[in-house]
T-cell receptor, first 111, second 112 residues
Framework: SQTIHQWPATLVQPVGSPLSLECTVE??????LYWYRQAAGRGLQLLFY??????ISSEVPQNLSASRPQDRQFILSSKKLLLSDSGFYLC??????????FGQGTRLTVV | GQSLEQPSEVTAVEGAIVQINCTYQ??????LSWYQQHDGGAPTFLSY????GLEETGRFSSFLSRSDSYGYLLLQELQMKDSASYFC?????????????FGTGTRLQVTL
């Protein structure tokens, strides 16, 4: 069966510090991978998606970047965090006509 | 651009029926999905409509009208555990490069 792992679960970082959130998928190959951000009490904003290794599409210009160094690994990064980067970050995967499966999320607080 | 609108909050009594609406304006449309998210948790899939009409899955049903760019999620025999946020999501195309764009979410509060 397929599983998706996302870590860390919570993170408190100072303004200006770097960020690296990792997401890995097991049990499938060549999935579509997604990063979403959710502000408190708000909807899910699509940040990045990837259809294959090294292929990244950015939906919203911002302080973040994404990379897909391996087929089942998706990384969200920032060189310098802003206060506005705080939120709940969710990684998800899809393949073919399946629904999206989400990781448990990372709650990031920038202080 | 992509725009999906939902009511922000809905309150209903345990055992009742509630309908959560979703209207969308998207550059591409292939299907409409619904997801449930409990506080602090990950969204989980509930239902999907690619064609007009009603899809039923247990206590949950979802409806789509492509001509009206409109869909809804119907929850019957509400239970306290149904208190959560519900999101509609549009899949923009049928190919492998499709992406999901989510609505603003509706917070459902089930009361006694």
């Amino acid at each position: 069966s397929q599983t998706i792992h996302q870590w860390p679960a919570t993170l408190v970082q100072p303004v200006g510090s770097p960020l690296s959130l990792e997401c890995t998928v097991e049990g499938t190959s060549n999935p579509n991978l997604y990063w979403y951000r959710q502000a408190a009490g708000r909807g899910l904003q699509l940040l990045f998606y990837s259809v294959g290794i090294g292929q990244i599409s950015s939906e919203v210009p911002q302080n973040l970047s994404a990379s897909r160094p391996q087929d089942r690994q998706f990384i969200l990064s920032s060189k310098k965090l802003l206060l506005s980067d705080s939120g709940f970050y969710l990684c998800a995967w899809r393949k073919g006509n399946t629904e999206a499966f989400f990781g448990q999320g990372t709650r990031l607080t920038v202080v | 651009g992509q725009s999906l609108e939902q009511p922000s909050e809905v309150t209903a009594v345990e055992g009742a029926i509630v309908q959560i609406n979703c209207t969308y304006q998207t550059s591409g449309f292939y299907g409409l999905s619904w997801y449930q998210q409990h506080d602090g948790g990950a969204p989980t899939f509930l239902s999907y409509n690619a064609l007009d009409g009603l899809e039923e899955t247990g206590r949950f049903s979802s409806f789509l009208s492509r001509s009206d760019s409109y869909g809804y999620l119907l929850l019957q025999e509400l239970q306290m555990k149904d208190s959560a946020s519900y999101f509609c999501a549009v899949r923009d195309q049928g190919g492998t490069a499709s992406k999901l764009t989510f609505g603003t979410g509706t917070r459902l509060q089930v009361t006694l």
